[in-house]
């Protein structure tokens, strides 16, 4: 298509003429940005609602809060991110000067996913942008409201040239897969993410991956059951369950089991009312086809809450399952629906195996008062990232590095994690041209005593 | 499938967490200082009889890098192993917030014949450290240190953990077919290629350490004689056969006049009036290669050296003089014991010569006045940089080593090994307690609430008065 050449073009000539380096520039369009996050706010809510319906409050602090916190952030810290890492020397180089400079990659691509549209776009081209590269922003599809939104905001506030953004589905990302870029993160599904890194390999370009996966959550005996629920429940439930960290499934000793449904019941109706279908911080399902494959879930399950469903309006209750069996097909595949299987095990060795016969998840997370139980816990499984005694909160810290492992993904972001992510390290070492008796040990003809 | 037996077991062993105390790895990687010092006299054989190594090159550029990168891995071990803890928002304040430091798993290195210890044992120390388990492919080509490392290496370290997979492209392509969970290949653009490629199915993490032409400016003002010696050095050892070599001289007709009798003098008090009979130059480490770069020697004119002797595989140490890009010797990466001078008008020709061509491992810049050096620096993009020397930047192991866009993706060396074979996983621990400070984030949702997690979670530039 010779639309995706021309803009690959533009973009690339725009950055060989070195236009974004400077940070001055990088600051002022990353400036820009958070004014168009702040005056479109309400045409971003609206987008938001419109896409998932998620309610302001929820679109705020998910992903507009985080996207401006981000942007402070990036513009107090960049001038020092970038600056060169001087590097200790040895006795042959300490007359040298030796350090690491950050250097842009060049025209990078920010592949979005549609569940946090808006942050899951703009997190990463903060970090593009910082990192002085040009960037090819492809919002996805599905999210419809927001990608539109993104095509006819991001040109009225970034440089056009730079930063544009291009919107379509399968066939135009396919052919933007076929260009060569210095970097592509692309946030969305594993299935996907094989395509993305083949397409990626015949160029040898690197990839940040953010993937899925069942983030499993582990609650031991020990621990005070209503708090953990309760977090559970926020985490677990949140946009409808289509959170890449949302907990995918429970592990927990049969003896609570009960308890778990209870106080999670109980947590949802203070959460969402005696009637969640009209509560209006409850999302919906995304669109018809995610809605058959979650209902599709529950076939043959032992509801113990929830299981209402709604095409209509894409309505599913928030749902739990008990007693679940590690071969059904809700165990197979990431959720991402408001559907909670419990899995019972006898011991906490049990849930341990259980999770390392898995594939590696984005997120793992454990309740308990036993810290040792914890520690353990962590330090025998593999996983993205960890939060305990709690959900999601981890990926809120930016100072952390976001990124998955094995088939949850590769690569990290969030905050300064963004900017080296995006960023090329060089190894400089500059040397003088005088001092040339020092070098007449390296030379031939050579001898036992010049080693 | 003949290697999925051995990928398993590779794998179960990992599993069994038997290499996660740092103990252990410090047996493995004090194993590794063993070898090169029981098989040091092996490792002298093997190198010379695959590339014709000098003792000199092989002690310096196989064993005392390898032991310098083993010590400063010994050194630090612990500290790069502790938990890093992270700064944390006001609402995360009484909470534990970290990352750990993971091994990936089993992970396949593959090495090629040019320093055929260094390059395998190098990433190998960083792959231990970090506490994974490790295949090492070492290279066919270079068939008698082939033989060495699979004959003699297995029994230095944990055969659970550790194995020498041997073979050629076929092996090779099955060995890829399996599920790794890091890949670390040095090698060309092409069988980089074919490598991502393959690890894509497996959505395996790479590092590529490839090559390409290495560019060289020499400015007008300049030191020739200690240029000429600098460059030589870097562009003849191991017979040209290095990924950082200088591949080629960038510089005005005038400086190519004056360079051409330095070298011819470098090449002479380095090798002696006849470079074949000189122990410390090289040969071309196979058949093929060698008349590759035979043909290579049609470019520009000869104006140092090309004599060449098939029978040894001894290309002698060659300058090209008048070289066209579009000749030969300018559409390849060399490899071999070849300088060709490309002559250029000025350093701002030379610039957009070099950001005209495919980013390479290295650049190199040499003249006396600094801001020379550093306009090449600044205005052009390669893995790494060195001003006024040749290859001297890799033998630091606080700089990071590796290419960008065709010449690579990833680095190792020091700590960037430990740091490229390590999984940062991002732990936050919270505690039960103090639940009503979380009320504010759960439904039903109020504008009230709203302002507490932003007061307490938000980040703001040092300038704005939050009084307002």
């Not at chain 1, 899951?120 to 409201?145: R, W």
């Not at chain 1, 019941?265 to 995610?290: C, M, Q, W």
């Not at chain 2, 994974?132 to 659970?160: F, H, M, Q, W």
Request: hydrophobic share 40%.
């Amino acid at each position: 298509m010779e639309r995706t050449q021309q803009i690959m073009g533009r973009a690339r000539a725009t950055f060989n003429s070195g236009r974004s380096r400077p940070l001055e520039f990088r600051i002022q369009q990353l400036k820009a940005l958070e004014r168009m996050v702040q005056e479109k706010e309400k045409e971003i809510l609206a987008a938001l609602k419109a896409d998932l319906n998620k309610c302001g409050h929820n679109a705020y602090s998910q992903e507009i809060l985080g996207v401006l916190g981000e942007l402070a952030l990036t513009m107090e810290q960049l001038p020092s991110w970038a600056a060169p890492q001087p590097v200790k020397k040895n006795l042959l180089t300490m007359r040298d000067e030796a350090y690491i400079g950050y250097e842009p990659l060049g025209v990078v691509l920010v592949i979005g996913a549609w569940n946090y549209p808006f942050v899951l776009v703009m997190q990463p081209l903060i970090g593009a942008i910082a990192a002085g590269n040009a960037v090819v922003v492809k919002p996805s599809e599905v999210s419809e409201n927001t990608a539109q939104l993104l095509a006819e905001l991001l040109p009225q506030y970034l440089d056009k040239d730079l930063y544009p953004v291009v919107t379509g589905g399968v066939p135009e990302t396919t052919e933007l897969l076929t260009q060569r870029f210095d970097h592509i993160l692309y946030t969305g599904n594993t299935a996907v993410g094989r395509i993305v890194m083949s397409a990626a390999a015949k160029h040898l370009t690197p990839v940040t991956l953010e993937l899925g996966g069942k983030s499993p959550c582990y609650i031991d005996k020990d621990c005070d059951l209503a708090v953990a629920c309760r977090r559970i429940t926020w985490g677990k439930y949140m946009n409808c369950g289509q959170t890449c960290i949302a907990p995918d499934y429970i592990l927990c000793d049969p003896s609570i089991q009960g308890k778990v449904v209870e106080n999670i019941k109980a947590t949802l109706k203070e959460f969402y009312g005696e009637d969640v279908k009209s509560s209006p911080d409850y999302e919906r399902i995304v669109n018809k086809r995610h809605f058959r494959r979650v209902k599709s879930l529950l076939e043959g399950q032992k509801i113990a809450h929830g299981g209402e469903t709604d095409e209509a309006s894409c309505f599913i209750a928030p749902t739990i399952l008990t007693d679940v069996s590690p071969e059904s097909k809700v165990m197979e595949e990431e959720i991402f629906g408001p559907v909670l299987p419990i899995v019972t095990v006898q011991s906490l060795d049990e849930a341990i195996e259980f999770i390392n016969h898995r594939e590696k998840p984005l997120a793992l997370y454990v309740f308990s008062n036993n810290k040792q139980l914890i520690k353990r816990v962590i330090s025998e499984t593999s996983s993205g990232g960890v939060t305990g005694n709690d959900v999601i909160m981890h990926f809120f810290l930016s100072t952390l590095p976001f990124g998955g492992v094995g088939h949850s993904g590769m690569g990290a972001y969030h905050g300064k994690h963004s900017f080296e992510t995006f960023s090329h390290r060089r190894a400089c070492l500059i040397k003088d041209l005088k001092m040339e008796s020092t070098n007449k040990m390296r030379y031939p003809p050579s001898s036992q005593k010049k080693v | 499938n003949p290697f999925a037996g051995l990928v398993s077991h590779l794998r179960a062993s990992w599993l069994s967490g038997k290499m996660q105390s740092m103990e252990y790895r410090v047996t493995q990687l004090e194993a590794l200082e063993h070898f090169l010092d029981d098989k040091k006299q092996e490792i002298l054989d093997a190198t010379a009889s695959d590339l014709g190594k000098a003792p000199f090159e092989t002690e310096l550029s196989e064993i005392f890098l390898c032991k310098n990168e083993l010590h400063e891995t010994l050194n630090n071990l612990s500290r790069w192993m502790k938990d890093e803890h992270v700064d944390r928002t006001l609402a995360l304040q009484l909470d534990s917030a970290f990352i750990r430091k993971e091994p990936y798993g089993v992970v396949l290195i593959i090495a090629p014949w040019n320093y055929p210890i260094q390059l395998f044992l190098v990433p190998l120390i960083g792959a231990i450290a970090a506490g994974n388990c490790v295949i090492v492919k070492p290279s066919e080509v270079s068939k008698k240190t082939e033989r060495l490392v699979a004959e003699v290496l297995p029994g230095y370290l944990d055969k659970d953990c550790f194995a020498v997979v041997t073979g050629g492209m076929q092996d090779t392509t099955r060995l890829l077919e399996n599920k790794f969970d890091y890949i670390f290949f040095t090698g060309s653009p092409p069988v980089g290629r074919i490598v991502m490629t393959a690890a894509a199915k497996h959505l395996t993490p790479v590092t590529l350490e490839l090559g390409g032409k290495n560019p060289c400016y020499v400015s007008d003002t300049c030191d020739v004689t200690n240029v000429a010696r600098r460059v030589a050095w870097g562009r003849f050892f191991n017979a040209g056969q290095t990924c950082i070599a200088p591949d080629y001289l960038l510089c005005t007709v005038e400086m190519q006049e004056k360079l051409l009798p330095a070298l011819r003098k470098a090449i002479d008090d380095f090798y002696g009036p006849n470079p074949q009979e000189s122990p410390d130059f090289g040969r071309i480490v196979s058949d093929k290669q060698f008349r590759r770069l035979q043909a290579l020697l049609g470019s520009g004119r000869v104006a140092i050296g090309g004599q060449t002797d098939e029978a040894e595989r001894y290309i002698a140490p060659t300058v090209l003089a008048d070289v066209l890009p579009s000749d030969p010797a300018m559409q390849e990466e060399i490899f071999g014991p070849i300088l060709p001078i490309v002559v250029i008008a000025n350093m701002d020709e030379a610039i957009d010569f070099i950001n005209s061509r495919e980013r390479p491992l290295t650049i190199y810049a040499f003249s006396s006045n600094n801001k020379v050096v550093n306009q090449v620096l600044e205005r052009t993009s390669s893995g790494g940089f060195c001003g006024n020397d040749t290859l001297m930047h890799v033998t630091l192991t606080s700089l990071p080593f590796g290419g960008i866009g065709n010449s690579g993706l990833g680095m190792y060396h020091g700590k960037f090994s430990f740091d490229t074979f390590s999984h940062r996983r991002g732990c936050l621990k919270r505690g039960m307690g103090r639940e009503p400070l979380n009320a504010p984030r759960y439904p039903p949702y109020s504008q009230q609430n709203f302002r507490v997690i932003r007061a307490t979670s938000r980040v703001t530039r040092k300038n704005d008065c939050t009084l307002l």
